[in-house]
């Protein structure tokens, strides 16, 4: 077996979807013949590591890539760190978007760069990199979609302050259940204090709540512990999901529950939706869709054959596009 890095590894961020990114990207990678041998957080010196201990390095974009965001330049650095000092590195599972032309040369140092959408391998390529579309990594979760009798419309959070408000008042307009798709950070077992300062703020934030605004409030306190519990509600409950995580977004095509997206901090719900063939279920007027949901309820939103056609093929194909990733990424590509 080849041993890996995961840089830009969020398994300890205490976000279900994040969660679920790194158990997949775990058996991808495994049935490829790569075992992850670390998790190493973006923040974590590179120059400090023996680097010689590992085969190959995985580094895992999400949400990071986009607006010349630190991240985005930390990820851009690592490449050609990486090459220099011999080890292949890889990118992949990424949004790219609104990125300076310093950024796309530092990222041409990868031997592969695999992003998430059509949009982010438009922009991607205008800046001169090679890059192949594989959609979220959550989207290749082989769970039976077995949903219950659910009647309830739950609204998931934003990561926008300001979103996350929107959606609040949506779901006290709708008398939605609210949820946030945050909860406590894990212990990491192999290196307890890691991650000991993100534990602490975030049992600061949560017992400081009460003090905040009601959603802000409900974004600390409304939440599930675990991603199963989490994903076992959204199946089991919800008729009609309304999310501003685009992670909730991916369950909710895993799980096949009725959705509408509410636009984040880039194009990635948009890009999944397009591509996909389902971008009817982009939220672009909401107070309409609010109304609408008052007026006629959840029903109105309920899939069609085509549409669900369109999500199961997207699924598959996002299963065998990752499969091949991963192979490719054993194979030195």
Same mark, same amino acid.
């Given at each position: 077996?080849?041993?890996?890095?995961?840089?830009?590894? #969020?398994?300890?961020?205490?976000?279900?979807?994040?969660?679920?990114?790194?158990?997949?990207?775990?058996?991808?990678?495994?049935?490829?013949?790569?075992?992850?041998?670390?998790?190493?957080?973006? /923040?974590?010196?590179?120059?400090?590591?023996?680097?010689?201990?590992?085969?190959? =390095?995985?580094?895992?974009?999400?949400?990071?890539?986009?607006? &010349?965001?630190?991240?985005?330049? %930390?990820?851009?650095?690592?490449?050609?760190?990486?090459?220099?000092?011999?080890?292949?590195?890889?990118? $992949?599972?990424?949004?790219?978007?609104?990125?300076?032309? /310093?950024? %796309? *040369?530092?990222?041409?140092?990868?031997?592969?760069? +695999?992003? !998430?959408?059509?949009?982010? %391998?438009?922009?991607?390529?205008?800046?001169?990199? &090679?890059?192949?579309?594989?959609? &979220?990594?959550?989207?290749?979760?082989?769970?039976?979609?077995?949903?219950?009798?659910?009647?309830? $419309?739950?609204?998931?959070?934003?990561?926008?302050?300001? *979103?996350?408000?929107?959606?609040?008042?949506?779901?006290?307009?709708?008398?939605?259940?609210?949820?946030?798709?945050?909860?406590?950070?894990?212990?990491?077992?192999?290196?307890?204090?890691?991650?000991?300062?993100?534990?602490?703020?975030?049992?600061?934030?949560?017992?400081?709540? +009460?003090?905040? /605004?009601?959603?802000?409030?409900? !974004?600390?306190?409304?939440?599930?512990? #675990?991603?199963?519990?989490?994903?076992?509600?959204?199946?089991?409950?919800?008729?009609?999901?309304?999310?501003?995580?685009?992670?909730?977004?991916?369950?909710?095509? =895993?799980?096949?529950?009725?959705?509408?997206?509410?636009?984040?901090?880039?194009?990635?719900?948009?890009?999944?939706? *397009?591509?996909?063939?389902?971008?009817?279920?982009?939220?672009?007027?909401?107070?309409?869709?609010?109304?609408?949901?008052?007026?006629?309820?959840?029903?109105?939103?309920?899939?069609?054959?085509?549409?669900?056609?369109?999500?199961?093929?997207?699924?598959?194909?996002?299963?065998?596009?990752?499969?091949?990733?991963?192979?490719? $990424?054993?194979?030195?590509?």
């Amino acid at each position: 077996m080849l041993r890996a890095a995961v840089m830009n590894a #969020t398994h300890a961020a205490g976000h279900h979807g994040c969660t679920l990114v790194s158990r997949q990207l775990q058996e991808l990678a495994a049935e490829a013949g790569i075992t992850i041998t670390a998790w190493v957080p973006l /923040s974590l010196p590179v120059r400090q590591r023996d680097w010689s201990k590992f085969d190959l =390095v995985i580094v895992n974009g999400e949400g990071t890539l986009h607006h &010349d965001r630190a991240g985005a330049k %930390a990820i851009a650095q690592l490449a050609p760190f990486l090459a220099d000092v011999g080890v292949p590195a890889y990118l $992949i599972n990424s949004v790219y978007q609104g990125n300076s032309p /310093s950024i %796309a *040369e530092g990222l041409k140092r990868f031997r592969g760069i +695999w992003v !998430r959408d059509s949009r982010s %391998a438009s922009e991607a390529k205008n800046h001169g990199l &090679d890059v192949t579309i594989v959609p &979220d990594l959550t989207l290749t979760w082989n769970v039976e979609a077995r949903r219950g009798f659910g009647k309830r $419309i739950v609204v998931i959070d934003s990561v926008d302050r300001d *979103e996350t408000a929107g959606l609040y008042e949506v779901s006290k307009h709708l008398n939605a259940s609210f949820y946030s798709i945050m909860s406590r950070p894990p212990r990491i077992e192999t290196f307890p204090d890691r991650n000991f300062g993100s534990r602490c703020k975030y049992q600061w934030r949560r017992a400081s709540a +009460w003090l905040r /605004s009601p959603p802000q409030k409900a !974004r600390w306190r409304a939440q599930f512990p #675990t991603f199963e519990t989490f994903a076992a509600y959204l199946s089991n409950e919800a008729g009609l999901i309304v999310s501003g995580r685009f992670h909730a977004l991916c369950l909710a095509i =895993v799980l096949e529950v009725p959705f509408l997206a509410w636009p984040s901090n880039t194009h990635k719900m948009e890009g999944l939706l *397009e591509d996909a063939q389902l971008s009817n279920r982009i939220i672009s007027d909401r107070r309409s869709v609010a109304a609408k949901l008052g007026l006629e309820g959840m029903q109105s939103y309920a899939f069609s054959e085509n549409e669900l056609l369109n999500m199961r093929a997207y699924k598959f194909n996002a299963r065998l596009g990752a499969e091949g990733m991963f192979k490719a $990424i054993a194979s030195g590509c």
